[in-house]
C-alpha cells in the first residue's frame, strides 16, 4: 500500500499528457482540501513539504497495514496530533537509505539506460537553441511534464533548488519539455517559476522521444546516453536526480 491516501491519488494523477482532465480537477481539489504540516506540527504549503520529501530530507507518515490505519484513527479520534498523515517526520541517515531503496523499486527505470538519447534540436521559450550534437560532452538533465500534471507541480520547488546547485556548473545543461502550448506555458511560468529553460514538447518531438508518464526525469551522460530516467514522484525522487548528475559528473 502507498504510504498514504494523498500520495496514492498522487500516483493515480500521474498518466499520460491525453488524460481526463477532470482527473486534475480532482487532484487538485484534493490537494485544497489536505492541511501539511512540518516536523514541528505548523501548518505549510504542499509546495515546502514535497520540497523536503522529494529531497529526502524528511518522510512522512507510513500506513502499510490495516492494524496501522485503525491505530492512526484511533489516535486521530483522541486528538493525537502525532498521528497527523501528512505530517513531516525526521529520519536517520540510515532509514533515509532504507526509503530510498523502496523509491527506486518504484520509479526507476532501466530499459533504456546504456542506450543512445534520440536526437533533438529545440529551441525553448527564450530562444535558446540546443541540439544533441553540441550537448555531447555535457550531462543534460531533462524533466517531462504538463501543467494539469499535479505531481510535475509539485516536484518543481525541489527541481529549482538542484537547478540552483548546478546553475554555474558548465559541465550540465538542464531543459525541461512540457506538453503545452507556448502561450499556455509563458502564461503559467509568470505565475509559478521553474528554473529550468522550457521547451515546447509538440507532438513531432513526442514521436521522437518516448514519454508515457509524467513528470519522467532523464539523465544523459558525456556520450549522449541515457544514464538516468525515473518516472513519477516518490520520497527522494529529486534526491535520486541529484545523486545520477554527481555520478555522471565523475
Not at 79 to 103: F, M, Q, V
Request: aromatic content about 12%.
Amino acid at each position: 500500500m502507498k504510504q498514504n491516501l494523498l500520495f496514492t491519488g498522487l500516483l493515480i494523477c500521474i498518466t499520460s499528457f491525453t488524460f481526463n482532465l477532470v482527473y486534475a480537477q480532482d487532484c487538485s481539489s484534493m490537494m485544497n482540501s489536505t492541511s501539511f504540516k512540518n516536523e514541528h506540527g505548523d501548518t505549510i504549503s504542499a509546495d515546502l513539504y514535497y520540497l523536503d520529501y522529494f529531497t529526502g530530507v524528511s518522510t512522512q507518515l507510513e500506513l502499510k497495514t490495516n492494524k496501522e490505519w485503525r491505530e492512526y484513527r484511533k489516535n486521530k479520534k483522541k486528538g493525537n496530533t502525532g498521528y497527523d498523515l501528512h505530517r513531516l517526520i525526521p529520519i536517520t541517515d540510515k532509514e533515509r537509505e532504507t526509503h530510498l531503496e523502496a523509491s527506486k523499486s518504484n520509479i526507476l527505470t532501466s530499459h533504456n539506460i546504456g542506450k543512445e538519447f534520440p536526437g533533438f534540436q529545440v529551441t525553448d521559450l527564450n530562444g535558446n537553441n540546443y541540439n544533441t550534437e553540441e550537448l555531447k560532452g555535457k550531462i543534460v538533465v531533462l524533466n517531462f511534464w504538463f501543467i494539469q500534471c499535479l505531481p510535475c507541480q509539485l516536484e518543481v520547488s525541489a527541481l529549482n533548488n538542484l537547478y540552483e546547485k548546478y546553475k554555474d556548473n558548465p559541465e550540465v545543461v538542464f531543459i525541461s519539455f512540457a506538453r503545452n502550448s507556448p502561450e499556455d506555458l509563458k502564461t503559467h511560468l509568470e505565475k509559478k517559476e521553474f528554473t529550468y529553460p522550457t521547451v515546447y514538447f509538440n507532438d513531432n518531438l513526442s514521436q521522437k522521444i518516448k514519454v508515457k508518464t509524467y513528470p519522467s526525469n532523464i539523465v544523459i551522460d558525456k556520450s549522449g546516453k541515457y544514464a538516468f530516467e525515473s518516472i513519477g514522484v516518490d520520497f527522494g525522487s529529486v534526491l535520486l536526480l541529484d545523486r545520477a548528475i554527481k555520478s555522471a559528473l565523475q
